[in-house]
């Protein structure tokens, strides 16, 4: 059976990423992302699931750790985030005083803890909170986590979908260490990858032209500096197309001229919901 690792504590909406993406698989939690990507890199045929950004609140700050570990992606996927209000068995709304959850998730249902006023506490995660308050057992505590927190942890969802925000979207991506990448046919792919130019003016500028004259559209390209260091960036790019189409081949040689270091991350399918983002 094979493994997925990930970051968090059974119930975690990247539990259910894992789940959505393959059942059958032995899913198992890490404390961090870092024990994450060090459990991938000691184990070539495992695989992790990571949170790479919010629809609503942006990165979730694992950069860092993509570009250390430069592990391949073989797939991304978007789930629904739907945010409940999870308390003790039999609690009411009107019981409920304080708030656990993960800060990502007290933001994401702001509006909704304002006009109950309740006092927020940060935890680590999500399905975190709902475990530590199924052990309080105090009815004023509530927690905010998926439904799949409140079946394994034994609480009730007092109130469902609290988010500011409905159509809430986290973009997983499955990552290991295996190179693996799908043939080229008639489908919708992303090839991500990292980049670091040599150090001269207007680099960037000059390093992007290959796209645009070869018709090659980038979704996404962030900047990241360097560890210790505010002068030397790298760069992380996402653009529509697979690495043999001909048009991104040649964008990407033109690319390389300008790069002290460049690293194709992976190449997979988009995933379908990208088209209603």
């Given at each position: 059976?094979?493994?997925?690792?990930?970051?968090?504590?059974?119930?975690?909406?990247?539990?259910?990423?894992?789940?959505?993406?393959?059942?059958?698989?032995?899913?198992?939690?890490?404390?961090?992302?870092?024990?994450c990507f060090n459990k991938a890199s000691e184990e070539p045929d495992s695989r992790i699931i990571i949170p790479e950004s919010n629809r609503?609140?942006?990165?979730?700050?694992?950069?860092?750790?993509?570009?250390?570990?430069?592990?391949?992606?073989?797939?991304?996927?978007?789930?629904?985030?739907?945010?409940?209000?999870?308390?003790?068995?039999?609690?009411?709304?009107?019981?409920?005083?304080?708030?656990?959850?993960?800060?990502q998730g007290l933001s994401q249902c702001s509006k909704f803890i304002k006009e109950n006023n309740l006092a927020e506490h940060i935890r680590a995660d999500t399905a975190g909170s709902a475990?530590?308050?199924?052990?309080?057992?105090?009815?004023?505590?509530?927690?905010?986590?998926?439904?799949?927190?409140?079946?394994?942890?034994?609480?009730?969802?007092?109130?469902?979908?609290?988010?500011?925000?409905?159509?809430?979207?986290?973009?997983?991506?499955?990552?290991?260490?295996?190179?693996?990448?799908?043939?080229?046919?008639?489908?919708?792919?992303?090839?991500?990858?990292?980049?670091?130019?040599?150090?001269?003016?207007?680099?960037?500028?000059?390093?992007?032209?290959?796209?645009?004259?070869?018709?090659?559209?980038?979704?996404?390209?962030?900047?990241?500096?360097?560890?210790?260091?505010?002068?030397?960036?790298?760069?992380?790019?996402?653009?529509?197309?697979?690495?043999?189409?001909?048009?991104?081949?040649?964008?990407?040689?033109?690319?390389?001229?300008?790069?002290?270091?460049?690293?194709?991350?992976?190449?997979?399918?988009?995933?379908?919901?990208?088209?209603?983002?």
């Amino acid at each position: 059976m094979s493994k997925i690792y990930f970051q968090g504590t059974f119930g975690a909406y990247s539990h259910l990423a894992a789940l959505s993406i393959d059942p059958k698989a032995e899913i198992l939690p890490c404390k961090t992302f870092d024990d994450c990507f060090n459990k991938a890199s000691e184990e070539p045929d495992s695989r992790i699931i990571i949170p790479e950004s919010n629809r609503i609140t942006g990165n979730i700050g694992i950069e860092y750790l993509i570009f250390k570990h430069r592990l391949n992606i073989y797939k991304e996927h978007f789930q629904k985030i739907e945010h409940n209000l999870l308390g003790q068995p039999g609690a009411k709304l009107k019981d409920i005083k304080e708030v656990y959850s993960h800060a990502q998730g007290l933001s994401q249902c702001s509006k909704f803890i304002k006009e109950n006023n309740l006092a927020e506490h940060i935890r680590a995660d999500t399905a975190g909170s709902a475990e530590m308050i199924s052990r309080t057992k105090d009815v004023k505590q509530s927690a905010i986590a998926s439904s799949l927190s409140a079946e394994i942890y034994g609480l009730e969802i007092i109130k469902t979908n609290i988010e500011n925000e409905s159509g809430n979207l986290t973009r997983f991506l499955l990552m290991g260490k295996n190179i693996s990448q799908p043939e080229f046919k008639d489908k919708t792919y992303i090839t991500s990858f990292l980049f670091k130019l040599r150090g001269k003016p207007a680099a960037l500028y000059q390093s992007l032209g290959g796209f645009a004259i070869n018709g090659v559209n980038l979704t996404k390209l962030q900047s990241y500096p360097e560890k210790n260091s505010f002068d030397s960036y790298f760069f992380l790019c996402d653009l529509d197309g697979h690495i043999e189409d001909p048009k991104v081949q040649k964008s990407l040689e033109e690319l390389g001229l300008h790069c002290e270091d460049f690293h194709v991350l992976g190449v997979f399918e988009a995933d379908n919901l990208r088209q209603k983002k």
